[in-house]
């Protein structure tokens, strides 16, 4: 992904999980008021696992984990009848919030969220979760013990999708029963604003996390369908009021399917095809044709863009996997690679379908290439 789209997702996440904690501390600080409401559990269950959500799908572990466990303590709260929560209870849980409180602190900070510093958080919470999860063991109710230890977090689904195990299922089915929804009102919120760029960039960074929850759980179609509704929505033509009833519905039909486990039923509709920029459309008038066949570029990289991507490491456009920046090139003729131009306009101008910016910058190019040939630099 792109060095600038991930930092702008990053943002996103953060902005999103201060919410979040906003949340848990609330419920925390009444946490007496809060296990006379099962709805007020609920929406702190929710937050911690939208954390754990977001935290996964962009590889920071230790929020991930720290986020999981809340998540599943939380859990034990909710499931539980007469539960006695009491000073020392409220304690543990308020000291393990704020280790996830300061890792987020840390991810947001001017340097970010080292591994060593990360590592050390975790391993400063972790007396807190031992501590909590004995206290929670011990808890004084009415169930007998072993039913009373039958409610932590050690359940599985009851029946898992093929290839995967059943902590996998587990979060699979958590992300689209309460991840996706979530996802869904937020684009519709998007889609009752003005039509101005950031709100696309907005409804594209959702997509974005949508389809990095496609990766980790390994949803082909799943992946193939938002990435359409993501052309869809970055395409200028399509009004938010042509969008929106079919994005929504086509996300949502999607979600059912996963949660039925039938993701490989998913299959992006006409009406989405339809909103689809026509250099994006492969030639195909068969409903049944495979969609990455539909799709084309859109849906996965071919041949070709693989090898431009070799071709941009060898003139060093590209450095441990990532296009160069415009301020990374140098333009020192006696430092800088032979053939060393700025990455991003060469990117742009190879693959029209993901930038709509394509043709100005080509024509960078161009006059960029006139302007050498006048100079006679040989």
């Not at 409220?90 to 919030?97: G, R, V």
């Not at 050390?120 to 909590?132: G, R, V």
């Amino acid at each position: 992904m792109d060095p600038e789209k991930q930092k702008q997702i990053m943002g996103y996440f953060i902005e999103e999980a201060r919410d979040h904690l906003n949340t848990i501390e609330q419920g925390l600080l009444n946490i007496q008021d809060m296990m006379s409401d099962p709805e007020a559990i609920n929406e702190v269950f929710r937050a911690a696992h939208s954390i754990k959500g977001g935290a996964a799908m962009l590889g920071i572990g230790s929020v991930q984990r720290t986020a999981h466990n809340l998540e599943d303590y939380f859990k034990v709260l909710r499931d539980t009848k007469n539960m006695n929560v009491d000073q020392d209870l409220q304690t543990l849980f308020l000291s393990a919030f704020d280790k996830l409180q300061d890792l987020l602190d840390q991810l947001q900070g001017p340097y970010g969220l080292s591994q060593e510093v990360g590592d050390s958080i975790l391993a400063d919470a972790e007396p807190i979760f031992k501590k909590l999860r004995a206290r929670l063991e011990a808890r004084e109710v009415e169930q007998p013990v072993a039913a009373a230890t039958a409610t932590m977090p050690k359940q599985t689904m009851a029946t898992a999708p093929m290839g995967k195990s059943s902590d996998e299922a587990r979060a699979m089915a958590m992300f689209f029963q309460t991840d996706v929804p979530m996802k869904l009102r937020d684009m519709l919120q998007l889609f009752k604003q003005p039509d101005r760029p950031t709100s696309r960039q907005n409804l594209q960074a959702i997509c974005d996390q949508l389809y990095k929850a496609g990766e980790q759980f390994e949803l082909k179609q799943w992946r193939e369908t938002v990435q359409a509704v993501k052309g869809a929505v970055s395409n200028q033509n399509n009004s938010y009021r042509a969008l929106a009833p079919i994005v929504i519905k086509e996300v949502k039909q999607a979600q059912e399917l996963v949660l039925a486990q039938k993701a490989d039923q998913i299959k992006a509709s006409e009406q989405l095809r339809q909103l689809l920029p026509p250099e994006t459309v492969a030639a195909s008038t068969s409903a049944d044709d495979d969609i990455s066949s539909i799709f084309g570029a859109v849906v996965e990289e071919d041949k070709a863009t693989q090898s431009w991507k070799d071709f941009g490491d060898r003139l060093g456009w590209r450095t441990r996997g990532s296009w160069i920046r415009t301020a990374d090139v140098a333009f020192d003729r006696n430092v800088a690679p032979e053939g060393h131009l700025p990455a991003p306009v060469w990117l742009a101008a190879w693959d029209k379908a993901k930038d709509s910016n394509a043709d100005e910058l080509r024509g960078q190019v161009e006059a960029f290439m006139a302007k050498l040939a006048e100079c006679e630099i040989g």
